[in-house]
T-cell receptor, first 115, second 112 residues
């Protein structure tokens, strides 16, 4: 069964204090790893897709990287508006079965950035 | 705005009742997914439809059913509701099963 573990569960930063969030995964035939941001009571907002080890994606203060066992979301000089829950999810390969197209999510990292 | 529309936003109903949640996917997306999010379980996959056909099923209860119509919108039907069914229900869509999924704003279901 696919597993996604995120750490830490919660992270408190001062504005401008850079840090990283970790996502460790176990999946049979990774087809894609996805990062989302979720604000309270809202739907997850898509951030990045990573398909293969060594791949990196950047967007404003966020940078996502992927290895064969884990992914990191680096946050550079965060601002209070970056406060949210960050979710990591994986999709496995294979065109059939009970997991086709399914996202398996981690429990998320709750990020709080203080001014 | 993700382009995925869910209605209603909030729903309060009594135990034993039946409700229908509606989802309009992003224009052109053929895959529609339903997820349940509760405080203690996180985001749990329920079901995936691709171009009108059911393609994958998660831990969806027998009391729950879904369908995708020819115009690609989808409905999730929840029956014989129990207190434990109270949760946020999200619909997501993607252009293909392996591409990124975009989520709607969810329906908050409260069973009293």
């Amino acid at each position: 069964e696919d597993q996604v573990t995120q750490s830490p569960e919660a992270l408190r930063l001062q504005e401008g204090e850079s840090s990283s969030l970790n996502c460790s995964y176990t999946v049979s035939g990774l087809r894609g790893l996805f990062w989302y941001r979720q604000d309270p009571g809202k739907g997850p907002e898509f951030l990045f897709t990573l398909y293969s080890a060594g791949e990196e994606k950047e967007k404003e203060r966020l940078k996502a990287t992927l290895t064969k066992k884990e992914s990191f979301l680096h946050i550079t000089a965060p601002k209070p508006e970056d406060s949210a829950t960050y979710l990591c999810a994986v999709k496995r390969g294979g065109a059939g079965g009970t997991s086709y197209g399914k996202l398996t999510f981690g429990q998320g990292t709750i990020l709080t950035v203080h001014p | 705005d993700s382009g995925v529309t869910q209605t209603p936003k909030h729903l309060i109903t009594a135990t034993g009742q039946r409700v229908t949640l509606r989802c309009s996917p992003r224009s052109g997306d053929l895959s529609v997914y339903w997820y349940q999010q509760s405080l203690d379980q996180g985001l749990q996959f329920l079901i995936h439809y691709y171009n009108g056909e059911e393609r994958a099923k998660g831990n969806i209860l027998e009391r729950f059913s879904a369908q995708q119509f020819p115009d690609l919108h989808s409905e999730l039907n929840l029956s014989s509701l129990e207190l434990g069914d109270s949760a946020l229900y999200f619909c997501a869509s993607s252009s293909a099963p392996y591409t990124e999924a975009f989520f709607g704003q969810g329906t908050r279901l409260t069973v009293v």
